[in-house]
């Protein structure tokens, strides 16, 4: 029997500014299963950011051309198996891309831990606090900033999938947390759900290193970057002698290309800037999971997405997302 699944692929290389004609949802028969392969049904997929860069120039993980599949974190049922550590009926994870149905090889899923989720912790988790999102505010926060209680931490794209996570995260442990985003609204979401103690709206000040070191005048002990650039350069100012940046994301790359960070910092300034990737640190991620799970079921971490229903809007919602105009996206694949 032939299934048919839907699938988002590039259509063409998005140029500075993404158009709906860059994507196009096809129909593809789905190959039948050999050996060590599953076929999922997915429930919902994720909105990567990073994606564009992959996309417009095929400078992250595998570059792609047009007609090639967009990658993306999906979450799913098992519909056939060939692989023996998965049934059908269960819930799993992975990289399945913007898609109705994928086939897979079951190492590259993830089973939905049972101990983990419940009807306190919905499996769509799995894509927001518990997925890459989660993961990598952990290990940006734990593993690279280190950061004491009562040290201050200043966070971009703070409204942000992997940001609001990272400041809540940075919370939890009793920092005294600032965020960057880009509206007022967001600001003010920032604080009275999730905790910041002071939001910055950069697009609001002329100045951002001013705006910065103006809210907290003796400084910074950590920067959780996601932007990049002239955000990166701003930040890094504000820092104190012996503070951390932990460059997480280039948002600002994706679109605009990166001025250099510059502004007479040096050797008396004691700075560390460290890059990472969250799967580098796959020691990190058992406990990681663990104690996010439970900060969500204490209330001390607060997950909230923007659904979007039918995967006939992932694109339009991608696009959106870079116009700062959907914040945290989950595509649920079915309107209903
Ligand atoms: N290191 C890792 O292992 C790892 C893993 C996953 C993701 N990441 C990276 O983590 C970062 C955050 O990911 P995310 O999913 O949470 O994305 P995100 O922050 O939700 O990204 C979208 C938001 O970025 C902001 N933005 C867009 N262009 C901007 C610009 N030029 N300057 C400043 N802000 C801009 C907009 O919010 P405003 O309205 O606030 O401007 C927009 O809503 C990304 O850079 C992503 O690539 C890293």
Redesign the pocket.
Known sequence: MTIESRRWVMASRPGPKMLPSDFELRRFDLPELEAGQVRVRLEAH?????MR?QMAYAI?GTPMHPGDPIPGDGLGVVEASLHSDFTPGERVAGRLGWATHAVCDGGALTKLDPELYGDDLPSETALGALG??G??AY??VFEVGRPKPSETVLV??????????AGQMATAVGCDVVG????DR?CAELKSRFGFRDTIN??AVDDLAAAIRAMRPEGYDIFFD??????LDAGVQGLRHFGRAV??????N???GEPQVSHGLGPSDRLTLQ??????YPGALPEGRRRIAGWLREGALVQQMSVIQGIEQSAAAFIS?????????LVRISAA
């Open positions: 994720t909105l990567s950011p990073g860069a992250m890459t999102n993961l990598t290990v940006g971009s794209s703070a409204a942000g999938s992997v940001g609001y996570l960057i985003a880009g509206s967001k950069y697009r996601n932007v990049g650039g002239r955000t460059l997480c994301g280039r948002l600002a994706y679109s605009e890059g990472f990737v969250y799967n580098d997302l870079f116009e700062g105009a959907v914040e945290r996206p």
